[in-house]
């Protein structure tokens, strides 16, 4: 006991700094620790749900993007293709409308030739008439003497067969 | 603080010193130090809650920083932190305050005269062993009382007597000492290192004041052994709160496995949390 008067311990002095720190115990605790812990608490699944927040946007927009990046090829893609069907198209369009002049082409010339040629059949078989009749014609002043026409005819058209070979029939 | 009365330099009084009395009821200045910081304390809580946001101010960060450091290391301690946590900060905060609040000009120096001795107003709390004492009683009452609520009466005086019960006429006295010097131990080591601090800036100042010749000291020296004070005082402030943490939690781990299943329902509601931020990724 000596001890404690020494130290100038006593009872009320004691109780009264016990009491002073339950006081002030209950009265931090009432309305500091309990907001404190509150708003920590609050704080801490705020930022973790800012956090999951922002982790699932970046998830988001690397998603969109891939998304945009896997539309943008698709559209070159078919763009490319497009291109390509319009390239086949026109390349077969051309051909098609080349074969087509061509024959067609072709066979103008063919049908004028034939007809050249039917015409100079044609042109020929006249002349060769006229010009029996001329020879006739000639042949019968030259001689003075009508032979019967018959005869006389086939006689120029055989002669007539003979030359034909040797003359050129454009002339 | 220099009293140059005989050959003593400096007046030490050991316990609180009496200012008046109201009644039988003696006041004291440590008892003025404790209120004072009980004050401080109450004033610095009222305003950190009175404009508290979700996004804390710079002062609000500040005052909630000590709360959120002692909540998350006894956060740490047991699956029944919740239970002590609001002791641990009190202690911590209180004796810090008490503490630093003794560092104040004006503490120690400013008061009445009594006779040739001079009485401070204001007195650092727990360089009286009263206030230390008080709080050491406090912190052995809740964790005897957290030792009988886990084990039951039966099963703390069964922690008292120890393992091989043959061993109980030894044992027995041996651990009521050791629980007994806990309460010996909390109040003599914070009042010893504030009580010591006290003495040992008015001995420095005293001593660069003793003569004209040392006088430019006076102008340093003490602001050293200030500043380790500071340290001193908030480290007292930690290792007394941190004391009792572990107290109680070697009362409640006292108790065999029974109680360990606890400690996993706490992380598997812990995990919960942590489980949709950490598994979609």
């Known amino acids: 006991m000596q001890f404690f008067e020494a130290f100038g311990v006593d009872v009320p002095k004691l109780a009264f700094q016990i009491i002073n720190f339950l006081l002030l115990l209950y009265l931090l605790n009432r309305f500091l ?76 010339s063919t049908r004028a030739r034939e007809e050249i040629v039917a015409e100079k059949d044609r042109a020929m078989a006249e002349i060769r008439g006229q010009v029996a009749d001329l020879a006739l014609a000639a042949a019968g002043k030259l001689v003075r003497h009508e032979m019967d026409d018959p005869t006389q005819r086939r006689l120029v058209e055989e002669f007539l067969a003979e030359v034909k070979p040797t003359t050129k029939p454009s002339n | 603080m220099a009293e140059e009365e005989g050959e003593s330099l400096i007046h030490i009084a050991l316990g609180g010193e009496e200012l008046f ?5 003696v006041v004291t200045n440590s008892m003025i130090g404790a209120l004072l910081a009980s004050l401080l304390l109450l004033a610095a809580a009222w305003y950190v809650t009175r404009q508290s946001t979700l996004i804390p101010s710079r002062l609000q960060g500040l005052l909630e920083l000590p709360v959120e450091w002692v909540a ?38 400013i008061g009445l005269r009594h006779g040739e001795e001079l009485v401070p107003f204001v007195r650092p709390a727990a360089a009286d062993l009263n206030f230390t004492l008080g709080l050491a009683i406090i912190t052995f009452v809740v964790f005897v009382w957290w030792g009988i609520r886990i084990n039951g009466p039966g099963g703390y005086l069964k922690e008292l007597i120890g393992e091989p019960r043959y ?45 004209l010749f040392v006088l430019p000291l006076a102008f340093f020296v003490p602001s050293i052994f200030l500043g380790l004070e500071l340290l001193f005082g908030a480290v007292q402030a930690i290792v007394f709160a941190l004391l009792t943490m572990t107290y109680i939690t070697m009362a409640i781990a006292e108790h065999d496995g029974g109680h360990e299943p606890e400690h996993d329902p706490r992380d598997d509601h812990g995990e919960p949390d942590a489980h949709p931020a950490s598994s979609p990724a």
Not at chain 1, 36 to 58: C, T
Not at chain 1, 86 to 104: F, G, H, P, V, Y
Not at chain 2, 73 to 100: D, E, K, P, Q
Not at chain 2, 186 to 197: D, E, Y
């Open chain 1, 33 to 108: 620790f309990k907001r404190v812990f509150d708003l920590l608490d609050e704080r801490s699944s705020k930022i973790s749900k800012g956090l999951e927040d922002a982790e699932a946007a970046a998830r988001d927009r690397e998603l969109a993007r891939a998304e945009r990046e896997a539309a943008v090829a698709e559209a070159r893609k078919e763009a490319n293709q497009m291109i390509a069907r319009a390239n086949k198209i026109a390349e077969d369009t051309r051909n098609e409308i080349l074969t087509s002049a061509r024959t067609e082409a072709e066979k103008v």
């Open chain 2, 21 to 25: 009395a109201i009644g039988p009821f």
């Open chain 2, 72 to 109: 998350g290391i006894v956060a740490g301690s047991t699956s029944r932190w919740r239970g002590y946590v609001a002791l641990v900060i009190g202690f911590f905060l209180m004796i810090l305050v008490a503490n630093w609040l003794g560092l104040l000009p004006g503490v120690g120096t």
């Open chain 2, 167 to 211: 061993m109980a006429p030894l044992m027995f006295p041996i651990h009521l000492i050791s629980e007994l010097s806990r309460l010996v131990s909390l109040s003599m080591r914070l009042f010893g290192n504030v009580f010591a601090g006290e003495v040992l800036i008015a001995t420095m100042l005293a001593l660069t004041t003793a003569t």
